[in-house]
DNA sequence: CAATGATCCTGTCCGC
DNA sequence: TGCGGACAGGATCATT
């Protein structure tokens, strides 16, 4: 489940491998996947990456020519640099073509995954709805008690709202409220001002210890060179049996989404 | 307007 | 060994 360590670090790979290179053609290998915005000027290949973005979950890749690929990996879809001859997999749904010798398979088995491109100045029509980026500046206690006071969803619920805060997903919002003791299901709008705190100071931790660990590889994640994250290694109560105090781990259904907590240490 | 539930989809795992 | 069913879940859409 690809969330924001695991998003950056696919686009720390495309800033190693694709570089400034030049994309000739985006093919389709899935009814659906690749979008092309109405609105689209003149045919958007080839031409060089000039900048990448990420914003939540999104990939972003704007080039020179005023267009822009926006990327979302959802939950099973990965980018893979590879060498133009190399053997299709059978989930590959689109690929990257880049100068003449190399592509960018996307694999992605359960089909979510979708690639749009777009004019750069559209860009923002189709990264709607965000909260604050939570490693920035603006991502702070206050921030979040004007967000969550008049919310009457469980904490849980609302820290995967991507409007709260962008690109936290169901692994990080689990260990986030292990690290900072609460309970998922607690109400959102009773948690003061000091525990929210502790929320901010522990998801900035989390996502900062995940990306320096290349993201989390659960399942499907794999970097641009398709090895593993090792995230997966640190993880305190997402899929565990128990926690680090080797206190029993429950697993509570909220909102649909399966919550690993530890009913002794979060309250 | 906000909250909830269904939906998309396929590989994997479990029980019988 | 095989089969049916539950499960995994990000974002979007319809409904309450």
């Known amino acids: 489940m690809p969330e924001l360590p695991e998003v950056q670090t696919v686009i720390n790979g495309l800033q190693d491998t694709l570089k400034n290179g030049v994309i000739t053609s985006i093919e389709c290998n899935y009814p659906g996947t690749v979008i092309y915005d ?3 000027g003149d045919e958007p290949f080839p031409s060089a990456v000039k900048a990448y973005e990420r ?8 080039l020179e020519n005023a267009h822009s690929i926006i990327v979302h990996l959802r939950m099973t879809g990965k980018l893979v640099w590879s060498t133009v001859g190399e053997e299709t ?14 592509k960018i398979p996307f694999i992605d088995p359960r089909t979510f995954g979708k690639i749009t491109i777009c004019l750069t100045a559209n860009v923002g029509s189709y990264v709607t709805k965000l909260g604050a980026e939570p490693l920035s500046p603006e991502f702070t206690a206050d921030y979040l008690l004007q967000k969550l006071s008049r919310k009457k969803s469980p904490i849980k619920t609302a820290l995967l709202d991507q409007s ?3 690109g936290l997903g169901n692994i990080y919002v689990c260990e986030i409220l292990y690290r900072a003791k609460i309970r998922p299901d607690r109400d959102s709008a009773g948690i003061r001002l000091p525990k929210l705190r ?4 522990h998801t900035k931790a989390v996502l ?9 590889s659960i399942s499907d994640f794999r970097r641009i060179d398709d090895k593993t994250g090792e995230f997966q290694n640190f993880l305190r109560v997402y899929q ?5 105090l080797d206190h029993p ?5 909220i909102a649909g989404r399966s919550s690993f907590y530890c009913p002794v240490c979060q309250k």
């Open 38 to 40: 109405p609105e689209l």
């Open 55 to 62: 914003r939540g979950k999104y990939i972003i890749i704007h």
């Open 89 to 102: 997999s059978k989930h590959q749904r689109a690929c990257i073509l880049v100068g003449d010798h190399h």
């Open 164 to 166: 709260t805060v962008a």
């Open 198 to 201: 502790e929320v901010v100071k």
């Open 208 to 216: 900062a210890e995940a990306l320096a660990n290349n993201g989390t």
């Open 240 to 244: 565990k049996k128990s926690c680090p």
């Open 249 to 253: 781990i429950e697993n509570l259904r």
